[in-house]
């Protein structure tokens, strides 16, 4: 019996062997892991491509890929900052202040973090906020220009200007050509009701530096908004002069001839504008403005069309449109008050009807929060003026109602 059991068990252990030794043999495969080097250039390519989106106006996708940066690499701080500035972009302010914050935590000595939340703040108007991050940035790095100059900042929306232009001058000891810091001294003598101390001050700049063109610009706009338009005329027509091709002197010339009432001069100005920048709805626009006040209504609104198809998405184009209508209807009015009679009452009706389309045209505009007091405000007047026509059209007209 045992002799027949061990002859069993031997019989068994061949057929296991041989099926073992028959079967094929796999590979099992050791799971890679990626080298320091390989993640930190895949966030970085990942990084790279958000950047380029970042740049052209695609947020969404350069949020995603800087989200796969900081997947690869959660080390990777400027992925951090680039995320947050993702989100401001897009307006998610807790977003991107979360980004901020973790990009602090991962580095509390890099400037970067507090540059970025107070310039957040300072949008936000939260400038006690603005100003903390700000001066704990400058601990860090008290040469930093970005810091300083956004402290200057705070203290003029504050108007605290004094302690303004102490930052933007400390900051012009350490980048004394800096174009931004000179022009935001000379804003502040504007606002400080000084304009002549903001002119002395480009002027001086220009008289050290003639070639900063920028400067000379900004020059010829403070005269501009000075209402001194022979001075800023005179620099344009210098720098066309000079540069022929560049089209935004050719606008800015045209808008001076405007406020003179040098209306031929101001069109070939603009048309010259038009031509050099075909796809530039700039020159157009001050072509409607031009057209408007010389009354030609049918050319402005030919004008603000074509605006509209260069930039579908600017909505100055809809404000414009509802100049022309609001224009157009109180005309219509004034004749309209001068023979309130039953044979006038088609242009009535006509005053009425601009009102209206100058009301559908301003409520397109006010999509847009830069021009939405000035269409409330001209929708409140077209409103006023067509209840007025209203009891006139009641009254004179068989009493129809609109």
């Known amino acids: 019996m045992q002799n027949?059991?061990?002859?069993?068990?031997?019989?068994?252990?061949?057929?296991?062997?041989?099926?073992?030794?028959?079967?094929?043999?796999?590979?099992?495969?050791?799971?890679?892991?990626k080298t320091t080097e390989e993640k930190q250039k895949e966030a970085e390519q990942n990084y790279s491509i958000g950047f380029e989106y970042y740049k052209?106006?695609?947020?969404?996708?350069?949020?995603?890929?800087?989200?796969?940066?900081?997947?690869?690499?959660?080390?990777?701080?400027?992925a951090y900052i680039a995320l947050a500035k993702g989100y401001r972009a897009k307006n998610d302010i807790i977003a991107a202040e979360a980004e901020y914050n973790k990009a602090k935590a991962l580095d509390p000595r890099d400037s970067r973090s507090y540059e970025g939340l107070a310039a957040l703040y300072t949008?936000?108007?939260?400038?006690?906020?603005?100003?903390?991050?700000?001066?704990?940035?400058?601990?860090?790095?008290?040469?930093?220009?970005?810091?300083?100059?956004?402290?200057?900042?705070?203290?003029t929306k504050m108007q605290n200007y004094d302690k303004a232009l102490e930052y933007y001058n400390m900051s012009l000891e350490y980048e004394p050509e800096n174009i931004n810091t000179m022009f935001a001294i000379a804003d502040i003598?504007?606002?400080?009701?000084?304009?002549?101390?903001?002119?002395?001050?480009?002027?001086?700049?220009?008289?050290?530096?003639?070639?900063?063109?920028?400067?000379?610009?900004?020059?010829?706009?403070?005269?501009f908004d000075l209402k001194n338009y022979e001075a800023a005329g005179?620099?344009?027509?210098?720098?066309?002069?000079?540069?022929?091709?560049?089209y935004?002197?050719?606008?800015?010339?045209?808008?001076?001839?405007?406020?003179?009432?040098?209306?031929?001069?101001?069109?070939?100005?603009?048309?010259?504008a038009r031509r050099l920048a075909p796809n530039s709805a700039s020159p157009v626009y001050q072509l409607v403005d031009l057209n408007l006040k010389r009354g030609r209504y049918s050319t402005a609104e030919d004008l603000a069309r074509e605006a509209?198809?260069?930039?579908?998405?600017?909505?100055?184009?809809?404000?414009?449109?509802?100049?022309?209508?609001?224009?157009?209807?109180?005309?219509?009015?004034?004749?309209?008050?001068?023979?309130?009679?039953?044979?006038?009452?088609g242009v009535l009706e006509a005053a009425m009807?601009?009102?209206?389309?100058?009301?559908?045209?301003y409520t397109k505009a006010k999509s847009d929060a830069q021009w939405a007091y000035y269409a409330n405000n001209e929708t409140k007047r077209s409103n006023t003026w067509l209840e007025e026509l209203k009891e006139d059209k009641w009254f004179y007209c068989k009493g129809g109602s609109q």
């Open 56 to 78: 052209q106006g695609n947020y969404d996708e350069a949020i995603n890929y800087f989200k796969k940066a900081i997947e690869v690499m959660p080390e990777y701080y400027a």
């Open 308 to 345: 509209l198809t260069i930039e579908p998405n600017n909505y100055y184009a809809y404000l414009l449109l509802g100049d022309v209508y609001i224009r157009r209807g109180y005309d219509a009015r004034a004749k309209w008050m001068q023979n309130k009679s039953t044979s006038n009452c």
């Open 189 to 223: 003598f504007v606002e400080k009701k000084e304009p002549r101390k903001a002119i002395d001050y480009l002027e001086a700049i220009i008289e050290k530096k003639p070639n900063i063109v920028e400067v000379r610009e900004k020059l010829a706009q403070t005269y």
């Open 353 to 361: 009807s601009y009102f209206n389309t100058a009301i559908f045209h």
């Open 123 to 155: 949008e936000l108007q939260r400038f006690g906020d603005a100003m903390f991050e700000y001066e704990t940035g400058l601990k860090i790095a008290p040469k930093n220009v970005n810091l300083l100059n956004g402290l200057g900042y705070v203290y």
């Open 234 to 246: 005179k620099i344009y027509t210098d720098l066309v002069k000079e540069q022929p091709d560049n």
């Open 248 to 272: 935004r002197y050719h606008v800015q010339l045209g808008a001076v001839y405007v406020e003179q009432k040098k209306y031929q001069a101001a069109e070939e100005a603009l048309n010259t």
């Open 4 to 33: 027949t059991l061990k002859k069993m068990c031997l019989a068994v252990l061949i057929v296991v062997s041989l099926f073992v030794w028959c079967a094929p043999t796999q590979t099992v495969k050791e799971p890679t892991t």
